[in-house]
């Protein structure tokens, strides 16, 4: 059989149904690529090698039989390790986690599996997916596939090496304040966040305060998103803010894209700084809307810096998810995420509002923003991948950046709950990936998709991918 290294998901999911290759033969491949690659990429964390052979085994079998198969058959699944896995242990890189064996599947990765996915094992993520860079202290570094010295991006770093490596061709991720769009930017794939809810969030043992966090996920096409929205997306009962499902396919409307949309192109959002090289990247990327015949105009006007006040919000988040083993736990947990704990705790009712009054802020100028354009383009990152165990920059072409400035493009959008992408920009002077990020009106996830597969088609990155 052909090499399938970095075949998409739904070109496999098509050879798998017409029987040109099986998906026992598919998963012999993958884990001969996981035993050779992760070793140099730490992207998977935890394996169930013999079990989703068997998976595998039966399926092809089922095949063979002629049964019915779903749109993901034999598929291999990434599952992020901030993500419930029956019979896997959940640790959200976190020592006092290293035991937690999940009873259930998360809503996500079950819907998946329904589709026919089968989990080869958890990808690696810093702990409790704090950080734009993949480490923590109980499964090490994640290695960027480009260039293994650097990051692939966080939080959803393992996802995002597996994906760019060649290793599984679909993974799951999860995205608070750009760890889809992060990794996906610094590794040089496609990236989803859908609007907020769009997949359901679940089991949970609290339900957020924050509303920032969505599931999603991480591919080598803008195709393999849509399948995999068609697989996830609608309401489930156990998250009481969860979407109905879409009347129409993702995947079978990727193609309308409308002509001649009006979009708006920022380059700072009125307050960030960007590395020139990146932004050289980003403009020609930017440019294929043009060439496409759709109007492009730079947008001068400006959204409020929520980092703070985003980084507090998210911090009650922290604060629910490891309060209970906060003060026994305290010393295997990593001090500056116990420092985001501490803080919440004395997070003021007064403060909380104005946190939110600044969300509603942020919600109307976008509103604005989007009576009059169609989409909005701005970097996903504001420089190229930075060194693989961190520190994130403090500065961008010797100018110095607040903390929140190395991710100043990502999370205005959970903060608001819009859609966006990262797609693939062309790579930097360092032969390192810049990503391009589409955001779409309140919950047109379509739009945005259709965009993304609009730009691919203009601007081809499957044939490129880094020569490990």
Same mark, same amino acid.
């Given at each position: 059989?052909?090499?399938?290294?970095?075949?998409?998901?739904?070109?496999?999911?098509?050879?798998?149904?017409?029987?040109?290759?099986? #998906?026992?033969?598919?998963?012999?491949?993958?884990?001969?690529?996981?035993?050779?690659? =992760? #070793?140099?990429?730490?992207?998977?964390?935890?394996?169930?090698?013999?079990?989703?052979?068997?998976?595998?085994?039966?399926?092809?079998?089922?095949?063979?039989?002629?049964?019915?198969?779903?749109?993901?058959?034999?598929?291999?699944?990434?599952?992020?390790?901030?993500?419930?896995?029956?019979?896997?242990?959940?640790?959200? $890189?976190?020592?006092?986690?290293?035991?937690?064996?999940?009873?259930?599947?998360?809503?996500?990765?079950?819907?998946?599996?329904?589709?026919?996915?089968?989990?080869?094992?958890?990808?690696?993520?810093?702990?409790?997916?704090?950080?734009?860079?993949?480490?923590?202290?109980?499964?090490?570094?994640?290695?960027?596939?480009?260039?293994?010295?650097?990051?692939?991006? $966080? @939080?959803?770093?393992? @996802?995002?090496?597996?994906?760019?490596?060649?290793?599984? #061709?679909?993974?799951?991720?999860?995205?608070?304040?750009?760890?889809?769009?992060?990794?996906?930017?610094?590794?040089?794939?496609?990236?989803?966040?859908?609007?907020?809810?769009?997949?359901?969030?679940?089991?949970?043992?609290?339900?957020?305060? @924050?509303?920032?966090? *969505?599931?999603?996920?991480?591919?080598?096409?803008?195709?393999?998103?849509?399948?995999?929205?068609?697989?996830?997306? $609608?309401?489930?009962?156990?998250? @009481?803010?969860?979407?109905?499902?879409?009347?129409?396919?993702?995947?079978?409307?990727?193609?309308?894209?409308?002509?001649?949309?009006?979009?708006?192109?920022?380059?700072?959002?009125?307050?960030?700084?960007?590395?020139?090289?990146?932004?050289?990247? *980003?403009?020609?990327?930017?440019?294929?809307?043009?060439?496409?015949?759709?109007?492009?105009?730079?947008?001068?006007?400006?959204?409020?810096?929520?980092?703070?006040?985003?980084?507090?919000?998210?911090?009650?988040?922290?604060?629910?998810?490891?309060?209970?083993?906060?003060?026994?736990?305290?010393?295997?947990?990593?001090?500056?995420?116990?420092?985001?704990?501490?803080?919440?705790?004395?997070?003021?009712?007064?403060?909380?509002?104005?946190?939110?009054?600044?969300?509603?802020?942020? =919600?109307?100028?976008?509103?604005?923003?989007?009576?009059?354009?169609?989409?909005?383009?701005?970097?996903?990152? #504001?420089?190229?991948?930075?060194?693989?165990?961190?520190?994130?920059?403090?500065?961008?072409? &010797?100018?110095?950046?607040?903390?929140?400035?190395?991710?100043?493009?990502?999370?205005?959008? =959970?903060?608001?709950?819009?859609?966006?992408?990262?797609?693939?920009?062309?790579?930097?002077?360092? &032969?390192?990936?810049?990503?391009?990020?589409?955001?779409?009106?309140?919950?047109?996830?379509?739009?945005?998709?259709?965009?993304?597969?609009?730009?691919?088609?203009?601007?081809?990155?499957?044939?490129?991918?880094?020569?490990?």
């Amino acid at each position: 059989m052909k090499s399938i290294s970095h075949k998409p998901a739904w070109e496999l999911a098509c050879l798998i149904a017409k029987k040109e290759i099986s #998906p026992l033969e598919l998963m012999k491949e993958t884990l001969d690529r996981i035993e050779t690659m =992760n #070793p140099v990429l730490n992207a998977f964390i935890a394996l169930r090698s013999e079990e989703a052979l068997a998976e595998a085994s039966v399926m092809t079998d089922a095949i063979t039989s002629g049964k019915a198969i779903g749109p993901l058959a034999g598929i291999p699944l990434g599952v992020k390790d901030l993500e419930d896995t029956i019979g896997m242990v959940t640790s959200y $890189g976190s020592i006092p986690f290293k035991d937690n064996m999940a009873t259930k599947d998360s809503i996500q990765v079950a819907r998946l599996k329904t589709a026919g996915a089968i989990v080869v094992g958890k990808t690696n993520t810093p702990e409790f997916g704090f950080t734009g860079f993949t480490k923590n202290r109980l499964h090490g570094i994640t290695r960027n596939p480009w260039d293994v010295e650097r990051t692939p991006g $966080g @939080s959803s770093g393992g @996802s995002a090496a597996a994906i760019t490596g060649g290793l599984v #061709p679909l993974c799951t991720a999860s995205d608070a304040g750009g760890s889809i769009r992060i990794p996906a930017s610094y590794s040089g794939c496609f990236g989803l966040k859908p609007s907020f809810s769009r997949i359901p969030v679940g089991p949970q043992s609290f339900i957020s305060y @924050s509303s920032l966090t *969505v599931m999603g996920p991480l591919t080598r096409t803008v195709s393999d998103a849509a399948l995999y929205l068609d697989c996830t997306a $609608g309401y489930h009962p156990a998250d @009481s803010y969860s979407l109905p499902k879409p009347a129409q396919s993702y995947l079978n409307t990727l193609d309308n894209l409308p002509d001649k949309l009006k979009i708006a192109f920022s380059t700072d959002l009125g307050y960030a700084r960007v590395q020139k090289t990146v932004m050289d990247c *980003v403009e020609q990327a930017a440019d294929a809307f043009k060439e496409m015949g759709h109007q492009v105009e730079v947008w001068t006007g400006s959204l409020p810096d929520t980092g703070d006040a985003w980084g507090h919000l998210y911090g009650t988040d922290i604060y629910a998810q490891i309060c209970k083993v906060q003060e026994k736990g305290r010393n295997e947990i990593g001090r500056t995420l116990m420092a985001v704990a501490d803080r919440t705790r004395t997070l003021s009712v007064k403060e909380l509002t104005a946190i939110q009054r600044l969300r509603a802020e942020l =919600n109307e100028r976008l509103l604005n923003l989007f009576e009059e354009f169609d989409l909005l383009l701005t970097p996903t990152m #504001p420089t190229e991948a930075f060194a693989a165990g961190g520190p994130p920059p403090a500065f961008i072409d &010797g100018q110095p950046i607040p903390l929140m400035g190395a991710v100043a493009f990502t999370y205005p959008f =959970n903060f608001s709950g819009h859609p966006a992408a990262s797609v693939p920009a062309g790579l930097t002077p360092n &032969g390192l990936p810049a990503g391009l990020q589409i955001i779409g009106p309140r919950h047109r996830d379509d739009l945005v998709l259709q965009a993304a597969r609009a730009y691919e088609k203009a601007r081809p990155w499957n044939d490129r991918w880094p020569g490990l």
